[in-house]
């Protein structure tokens, strides 16, 4: 087998084994402030913005009000908005940074999608989704030298990447909508 598909059944090992040890009830939680948010807000550093930005995209195609922190175009976020969270290990130092501009702000509420509950981040947070187990995938997955097949934070961001997509499919759930609904709000000018 090549080493390209070999990472590729890794990673993908990697999602599903996290995916079973997920807390249910704070992807619950995370989709209900998600739903209750007037605007929502995203943010996350290097390839996790990236990830961010994916999903702002699904979620304005589901209806939502939704933002790039960063992007020239934001607005000032305000009461009853969410400002979600990207960060791996939950110390990047300018997602922190933002994180407490936003757990200054009255009424704004901050999650994070993460690999590290305890971390600075973390302890700002609302609402934290941590995706377990990424620490010790190495072991679980029986891979040694883990860093050669999915190097520099690549097992999080895919696992996020998939997480997130899931939390969309419990969003147009939850709100009664279909991939017709979502095609209505898909950008024409590309």
Known sequence: MSRALEAMGIIARSVEKVSRDIDEEEVEGFVDSLLEAESVFLMGAGRSGLVARAFAMRLMHLGFSVHVVGETTTPLHGENDLVVAISGS???SSVAEMGEIVEESSGTELALVTGSR????????DHVVELPGLDELEERLGVEDISAYAPLGTLFEET???????VVSRLMERQGQTEKDLALRHAALE
């Open 90 to 92: 939950g110390e990047t």
């Open 118 to 125: 305890s971390s600075t981040i973390g302890r700002l947070a």
């Open 160 to 166: 996020v990447f998939g997480f997130l997509d899931g």
